[in-house]
């Protein structure tokens, strides 16, 4: 790729273990930091077409495999991490971190609270419409405003991004950059009791002093189309995990948490093959002792290491 002329930081041959919860990846050909939105638009309109480009928040819910990705990483960064708000609408850069939106939006009255407990940035709360408690993007979300490929500032609604079970549909290529919810009014003493709350039950639960990128299965059935809970099913991954017996299976440095079975951390020295390894693993034998496939809910990209 020839250079190209930006205000932000390019950085080639960028590792990205260093960017992921789990600490673990090979290197993106570039590593892409816009200053601003502008930036971010005439970057994309001059790289060539035949360039790929993956957008990345913070790495929490993500395994970069150990050959690195042949891309150009795009991570958003302080220019892009505002928030702001009117009357019961939030405004959230991609970059603002969950739990800060959440915050922010208590202290305004406005119930947000889903977002605390859920790691990561907005842009990749919308991109998976991002959930808990029985809360959903889907269920907030008014708008979102992306760059596509080709640098062209659009607006998508709700409906546009075909909000589904940890799914949405973006143009490929686009970098999503802000967001604009809207919550319920509330007391906001209420608002961050409740937040309290929930950390400190997610801190009874999961493995919070790991190192992990969040559930590593989406729930094998009861959501609906939209991400909602269906109360007519009750499976969880975690239950079908912890059945077929590999709480607390390991491979190399990879194991599923003790804690939460559903949780897969590196306990030092994993590599990205141990990790991804240790999944396969578990779904594996998840089918064989139950008939059910899980899914993956951490993104896996990259290519594996050259032997």
């Not at 960064?77 to 708000?85: L, P």
């Not at 143009?171 to 950059?177: D, N, Q, S, T």
């Not at 009861?222 to 809970?229: H, I, M, P, V, Y």
Request: net charge negative.
């Amino acid at each position: 790729m020839s250079p190209l002329q930006v205000r932000g930081k390019l950085t080639e041959r960028k590792s990205l273990g260093d960017l992921t919860w789990l600490r673990v990846g090979g290197p993106a050909d570039y590593l892409f930091q816009p200053a601003d939105l502008e930036d971010l638009q005439d970057f994309l309109r001059e790289l060539p077409s035949g360039v790929a480009v993956f957008p990345m928040g913070v790495g929490s819910n993500l395994i970069v495999r150990d050959g690195g990705l042949r891309a150009v990483v795009i991570r958003l960064g302080r220019g892009f991490n505002g928030t702001s708000i009117n009357g019961n609408r939030v405004t959230a850069g991609a970059a603002a971190l969950d739990a800060h939106v959440a915050r922010k939006a208590a202290d305004a009255g406005v119930d947000l609270t889903f977002l605390r407990t859920i790691p990561g940035s907005i842009g990749g709360a919308v991109r998976m419409n991002a959930g808990c408690y029985g809360s959903y993007v889907a269920d907030v979300l008014v708008s979102a405003t992306i760059v596509t490929r080709d640098g062209e500032v659009q607006e998508l609604t709700a409906s546009d991004l075909n909000f589904r079970y940890r799914q949405s549909d973006l143009p490929a290529g686009a970098v999503l950059v802000e967001a604009v919810m809207e919550g319920p009014s509330a007391p906001a003493d209420e608002l961050h009791a409740r937040m309290d709350a929930q950390l400190k039950k997610r801190d009874e639960t999961q493995p919070t002093k790991d190192r992990s990128a969040g559930s590593t299965f989406r729930n094998p059935a009861g959501f609906s189309s939209t991400g909602r809970a269906d109360d007519t099913h009750d499976l969880k991954a975690w239950k079908v995990i912890d059945d077929a017996g590999m709480r607390g299976a390991r491979r190399g440095g990879a194991q599923m948490s003790e804690k939460h079975p559903n949780f897969l951390i590196n306990t030092g020295d994993a590599t990205a093959a141990d990790l991804e390894g240790l999944g396969e693993d578990v779904r594996k034998k998840v089918y064989e002792t139950s008939g059910i496939t899980l899914e993956w809910e951490i993104m896996r990209v990259g290519d594996p290491l050259k032997e």
